[in-house]
Structures are given as structure tokens and as C-alpha cells.
């Protein structure tokens, strides 16, 4: 397909514009706002987010933008590519601001994720210009890069500025929600603590029923002594029917409600160092965990997305400008300097140049008239008359 420049940047920005609607869509679907992922600490099951369709339409539709950009960076002009890579992007991310609540709460992202567009396609076009080998998909990874770094720092900045105002009511609800049980509740902690209860039962009776004084008890006739064995048998047997781990599951949840966790959270003030500290500056520790989830995800699944994208998008956008290696310098011009060829003979005055003068001027370019080095060679003298 032949596309002229204007073609092309239309084409390109036409599909930021749709591809950002789209990712805007998927992020308004996972209901991912600063607010949940601030709330999020603690919550084991957040991670089901990270298996939903619509992340993996986020992820896809995110990572061809971002392949997209990287892609077009060197394929026309660096105005042209800086206008269709930024505007439709803007367009896009207003239209979605009012369409979509909870991609709205991202505003002050928006400063950092314009702001790597033109790190990006630099990043990029430099790259291709360095890279020798699988220039395409190692550029737009070097371009991806840089523009996760930048977004990166901006999610940590927007979850910083969203946790400052909120930040005992962020540090209340993680307490609660870590000694209430809800964490607890999540690990079904009480199903493993009955599971650990049953084994360490069953194994001890099973140990009691193989001994070799048990067995030699099977053997004996007297009624108290089969009472017993029969007793240990029937006691194994119910260890490990589903009737009695239940019961001990049920232990469990009684002893659990029970626990006195206002007592709890005073032990724990008293003898951990720093608690005070961790409860005044907790806005920071949750900014810095929730920016380290979105590195995690966009390391992993991002980043080696965009440049897979963009290594794809690159071979198949028409070029839109002359590569570096294509281009041929002129042909020497002639500036009326004299050449061997053209120079008429001189007569011997008795001044010539030395053979390997005369090959050095040969070989001079003709950007600048030669100047040869003479040696004067004497010319032999008469013989004075004799007197006869």
C-alpha cells in the first residue's frame, strides 16, 4: 500500500485516537481507580483483576498504542509524527474523561502520560539509528521503556497526591481489614489451621495403632483391652471422615471470634518500633506498593507487548522519508582547476619538478590548486676558449 505523508499521519492518528477510546474503555471496566488500588493493600483477591478480560483487552489495546507510536516515530517528519502521536491522544483522553467516571479520577496522570509521547518516539528513532540487529522490535522496546519509566513515576505521583488528604482513613481500613479476619477470611485460614490440626491428629494415632505394643494388644482376649483397640480404631476412622473436619472447622471460627483484637492492636503498638511512624506517613507506603504493582504488570506483560506491536506495526507502515542508508553523495565538481590531462607543456626554463613531486601533484584533489615544490637544476656551463 502506497501512502503519501498527510495519508499516512492521518491514518496514524485516526488510530491512536480509536485505540485510546478503546484501552479507556477496558480500564473504566476493571473499575481500577486510585481509590481501589489505595483500598487494595491487603486484599489478597484483587489479584483475580489481573485474569479478567477486560485487563487482557486493556493490555492489548494500551500496548498497540504505545507500539504504534514507537513505530511511526522515523517514518516521516518529526513535527508530523510529534502532531499525530500527541493530538489525537488528547482528543481521545478528553472525550474519555467525560464518558468514563473511573477513568477520570486519573487527571494528573495525564501530565506524565503526554509528557513520555515525545520521549518515546525520540527514544525510538534514535535507537533504529544505533541498532544494527532486530532494530524494529528492540527500538519500540527501548521506546516502550521509557515511556512506562515515565507513566510509572506518574501513577506513583497520582496515588501520592489521592493518599495525602485520606491518609488515617487509608491506614484505618488496612488495620481493620488485617486484624478483623477479612485477610484472614481470604486465605481460609481456617480450613489450612483444621487441615494442619487433622494431619498432626492422624498421624499421631496412626503411629499409637502400628506400634509394636498396640499390635501385640490385638492379640489379648480381655474385654477392657479390645474395648481399647477397638476404641483407637474407630477414633483413626473418624479422623478422617469430613464430619470431623468440619466440626474442627467450626473450633476454628468460634476461637477466631473470640480473639479480642482491640487487645491485639495494643500489644502491637507498644512493642513495635516505628508503629506511630507507619501510621503518619502510610499515604507514602501505599503510593509506593501501588506503584509497584503497575511496574510488575507493565514489566512483565506492557512493556514486551508494545514492542512485539510496534516491531509488527513498523514492517508494515510504509516509509515516509529517505532512511539514512539510502542516501548518495554527489559527484565532485570541477572548479577550473587544472588536471595532468588538461595542463598544455611548458619549455624547459631549467626549473622542473623531481618525478615524485610531479606523481604527488597528480594525485592531489582538485578541490584546491597544487602547489609543487621546485628544484632548480643547473644548467652546465661553457668551456672558455683557449689561447692557441
Not at 521506546?143 to 484505618?172: F, K, M, N
Not at 509506593?288 to 507487548?305: C, D, E, H, M, T
Request: hydrophobic share 45%; glycine share 6%.
Amino acid at each position: 500500500m502506497s501512502l503519501d505523508s498527510q495519508q499516512k499521519s492521518i491514518l496514524v492518528g485516526v488510530s491512536l485516537f480509536i485505540l485510546t477510546l478503546g484501552w479507556s474503555f477496558f480500564l473504566d471496566q476493571m473499575g481500577v481507580t486510585p481509590d481501589f488500588l489505595l483500598t487494595s493493600i491487603g486484599n489478597v483477591r484483587v489479584l483475580e483483576l489481573f485474569f479478567s478480560v477486560a485487563f487482557a483487552g486493556f493490555a492489548i489495546l494500551f500496548s498497540t498504542t504505545i507500539g504504534l507510536i514507537t513505530a511511526y516515530a522515523d517514518k516521516d517528519d518529526r513535527t508530523r509524527v510529534y502532531l499525530a502521536s500527541i493530538i489525537p491522544s488528547l482528543l481521545a483522553s478528553a472525550v474519555s474523561a467525560i464518558i468514563f467516571t473511573n477513568f477520570a479520577q486519573w487527571y494528573p496522570l495525564a501530565l506524565f502520560y503526554f509528557g513520555c509521547i515525545p520521549l518515546m518516539i525520540e527514544t525510538a528513532r534514535l535507537k533504529r539509528l544505533e541498532l544494527k540487529n532486530f532494530a524494529s522490535i528492540r527500538s519500540s522496546y527501548a521506546g516502550a521503556q521509557r515511556g512506562i519509566q515515565i507513566i510509572g513515576i506518574g501513577v506513583l505521583v497520582t496515588l501520592a497526591v489521592t493518599a495525602l488528604p485520606q491518609s488515617s482513613t487509608l491506614y484505618d481500613t488496612f488495620e481493620s481489614s488485617l486484624f478483623a479476619g477479612k485477610v484472614v477470611q481470604q486465605l481460609d485460614v481456617q480450613k489450612i489451621t483444621a487441615d494442619f490440626l487433622i494431619t498432626t491428629q492422624k498421624n499421631t494415632l496412626t503411629q499409637v495403632v502400628n506400634a509394636d505394643a498396640f499390635v501385640q494388644l490385638r492379640d489379648n482376649t480381655d474385654p477392657e483391652v479390645q474395648s481399647f483397640v477397638q476404641l483407637m480404631d474407630a477414633t483413626l476412622q473418624n479422623v478422617n471422615s469430613s464430619e470431623y473436619r468440619d466440626k474442627i472447622i467450626a473450633q476454628v471460627n468460634s476461637q477466631q471470634e473470640k480473639l479480642d483484637t482491640q487487645a491485639l492492636l495494643s500489644q502491637i503498638q507498644n512493642r513495635v518500633p516505628g508503629y506511630s511512624e507507619l501510621r503518619e506517613y502510610y499515604w507514602a507506603l501505599s503510593a509506593v506498593i501501588g506503584g509497584l504493582i503497575f511496574f510488575g504488570v507493565a514489566s512483565f506483560v506492557l512493556q514486551p507487548l508494545s514492542a512485539v506491536f510496534g516491531s509488527v506495526i513498523y514492517t508494515a507502515l510504509p516509509d515516509g522519508r529517505l532512511s539514512p542508508k539510502s542516501y548518495t553523495l554527489p559527484e565532485p565538481v570541477n572548479r577550473g582547476w587544472a588536471t595532468p590531462e588538461t595542463t598544455p607543456a611548458q619549455p624547459n626554463t631549467g626549473w622542473e619538478a623531481p618525478p615524485e613531486e610531479a606523481a604527488s601533484i597528480s594525485s592531489q584533489p582538485d578541490t584546491q590548486p597544487a602547489v609543487p615544490t621546485y628544484t632548480h637544476v643547473d644548467e652546465p656551463e661553457p668551456t672558455p676558449a683557449t689561447n692557441q
